[in-house]
């Protein structure tokens, strides 16, 4: 490689890193591939095994290191460093781009059990010990869906990935037509597909409402949501992705926080309402008329705002009121 795509690779890294989502060594000979493929040659070129060490012995402002694994019981406490250090980046961000409140996105996934509802209460004796047990469909076919909402009350479509090779277009008929629908051979959402939602559904969305020049998109680091790919895209297009620490997502990202718990035990309703009539059977077809019920009631304006209130990345009180961006930002509580 040659001296100056050096050092953009070493920006890139170091960018990535500020963002919270230091790369494997496979992420940067990805990367690094993906600038030998910019190049106007005829040649199909790419770096070796060992090319991402010696890199990074040319670079002192690089170490390879191991990952220092974040144990999940040390997550439950809370940890005030890690949380602190996560807003102080949302701020450094925020002030650095210049990023305005309008702008904040947090996107994630989450999955259903098409036949199985949420865990509910239930009124039953007061001397039973332990959790009672209710009687479900049993459908277990696994569906993810791709939700991601602003900081100013509003919901992009959501995007639905079903398990299987193709889907049929007649499913959808009664669908919005803005909604967007993936199969995958589990259910599961994957790097093609994050790309997919990325190009054709987010970046279309949100172009037209862009207050400023840069948005800042929260995510939870998931494999699928930060890969070389995804980041070049985000960068061609004023995008500045920011990943959450480990095992704070309940704390820290808004759709947790107030969203998808509330989805669940709606869309859980709409399971209940069905079997009373004695279906057994949850399907695609059975999915797709409850869903978009569960997501009126939960993607208002009102939850939508006290979610990233509460998550701590935009002011409860009128979050758009004019103040400078860095009074907009709510300090950590801990």
């Excluded at 230091?22 to 095994?49: D, F, K, M, Y």
Aim: hydrophobic letters at 40%; glycine letters at 6%; proline letters at 5%.
């Amino acid at each position: 490689m040659t001296e100056i795509e050096e050092e953009s690779l070493q920006k890139w890294i170091l960018s990535l890193d500020d963002r919270g989502a230091a790369p494997r060594p496979t992420t940067v000979r990805e990367i690094a591939n993906l600038l030998l493929a910019a190049r106007e040659s005829t040649l199909v070129q790419t770096v070796g095994e060992k090319w991402v060490y010696n890199f990074v012995k040319r670079h002192p402002e690089l170490s390879a290191r191991f990952s220092r694994r974040y144990n999940y019981e040390r997550a439950k406490c809370e940890d005030p460093k890690i949380i602190t250090e996560w807003f102080n980046l949302v701020q450094k961000t925020v002030l650095q781009y210049g990023i305005n409140s309008d702008d904040i996105y947090n996107f994630d996934e989450t999955g259903f059990a098409m036949g199985l509802t949420a865990t509910a209460k239930v009124v039953t004796r007061a001397e039973y010990y332990g959790r009672r047990s209710l009687l479900q469909p049993g459908n277990r076919e696994w569906v993810t869906t791709i939700e991601c909402i602003n900081a100013s009350g509003w919901a992009l479509p959501p995007c639905l990935i079903f398990k299987g090779k193709v889907f049929i277009e007649s499913w959808f008929d009664n669908l919005p037509g803005d909604w967007r629908f993936e199969v995958s051979p589990n259910g599961w959402t994957s790097d093609e597909i994050g790309l997919q939602w990325l190009e054709k559904l987010f970046i279309p969305s949100t172009i037209s409402r862009t207050k400023g020049k840069y948005r800042l998109l929260i995510l939870d680091g998931h494999g699928s949501h930060l890969t070389p790919r995804f980041d070049k895209i985000c960068e061609e297009n004023d995008i500045m992705p920011i990943c959450m620490p480990a095992h704070l997502s309940h704390l820290l990202q808004p759709l947790d926080i107030g969203c998808f718990a509330v989805l669940k035990r709606s869309y859980g309703r709409m399971v209940e309402t069905k079997m009373r009539p004695g279906i057994n059977h949850i399907d695609k077809l059975d999915f797709l008329e409850a869903y978009p019920h569960a997501r009126i009631e939960v993607f208002k304006l009102e939850i939508i705002k006290n979610s990233f209130a509460a998550a701590g990345l935009v002011s409860l009180r009128d979050s758009f009121d004019g103040r400078p961006e860095r009074e907009r930002l709510l300090p950590c509580s801990c």
